[in-house]
């Protein structure tokens, strides 16, 4: 599930956040693969969210029949929403009710969250042509997740504070995690498959994992090895004064080119500059 940008991006934060600090390179590669995981754990958290506002919309149902509201021009759109068969698809996935369970991932904790993206949700142009359609069938409520996840609306600065609280590892996660959940529904299939349909892996394959040990580790016990190299080549900068992101980054693509000599060195080149567009300086 992870690219390999994402990767390089999670090797050069947690290498910047060990810069000279004393750690083994266990603890390093500890760190590193807990912000890996975190994204994973967030890629989940995101798959259980149309469970979530289902059993809000299960909620609001309960609450026009408790107050005698029940009337077809209210709560029909809600009780559609409350009863997808995509959701109840998904919802039972044997991955997703693994993953959640063996992990402890829940929104149990974050009601108020939840509360106003279901707020949000409702605001949305695709949600009131949701409940305005006719013949709802289930590729149009795959239609109606895909456009949930792409909402600036909903997943917008708010969820974004609150996904840097969850973790700090993960607070520039949230955009291309949602693409990976976007792109997980949109292949689930309309039949009994679904419950055992695969969710994205982790690593894509053992070339990916390999790749983000030997880079991390390249890095991690050489890197100091290549600063006369930099120095080299910012010859008019003194190699104490270059920032901290720029030489993990400068250091990360040496052991790269080094080290996986397949990988087309424009390619390599790209990457770091799409990385230091981000979180370096302008120099």
Do not use: C
Not at 22 to 37: H, R, V, W
Not at 219 to 245: C, H, T
């Amino acid at each position: 599930m992870l690219t390999r940008s994402l990767l390089r991006t999670k090797i050069a934060q947690i290498l910047y956040a060990n810069i000279r600090n004393g750690k083994s390179l266990q603890a390093f590669d500890d760190e590193l693969q807990i912000s890996i995981k975190k994204s994973y754990d967030l890629y989940y958290m995101l798959l259980l969210l149309p469970q979530e506002v289902a059993s809000m919309a299960h909620r609001e149902v309960d609450s026009y029949a408790s107050k005698l509201l029940k009337t077809d021009r209210n709560i029909k759109p809600i009780a559609n929403l409350a009863e997808q068969s995509f959701v109840k698809l998904l919802a039972a996935n044997e991955d997703i009710v693994r993953y959640v369970r063996d992990n402890s991932i829940s929104w149990l904790d974050y009601k108020e969250v939840l509360e106003e993206l279901y707020r949000r949700l409702k605001s949305t142009p695709f949600f009131d042509k949701y409940i305005k359609e006719e013949g709802l069938d289930f590729d149009t409520e795959k239609t109606f997740w895909r456009r949930f996840y792409r909402s600036p609306e909903i997943f917008g600065d708010n969820f974004q504070d609150f996904v840097e609280e969850l973790s700090l590892y993960i607070a520039d996660d949230l955009e291309i995690t949602l693409s990976f959940v976007d792109k997980t529904i949109s292949h689930l299939p309309h039949d009994d498959t679904a419950t055992s349909y695969p969710m994205l892996p982790m690593y894509r394959d053992d070339n990916e994992r390999e790749f983000v040990a030997k880079l991390a580790h390249t890095v991690f016990l050489k890197g100091d090895q290549y600063e006369p190299m930099i120095s080299k080549i910012a010859s008019k900068w003194d190699v104490e004064r270059i920032n901290k992101m720029d030489m993990v980054l400068m250091k990360m693509a040496i052991a790269e080119f080094k080290e996986f000599p397949l990988i087309p060195l424009d390619v390599t080149i790209n990457e770091y500059i799409e990385i230091a567009k981000y979180y370096s300086t302008e120099k």
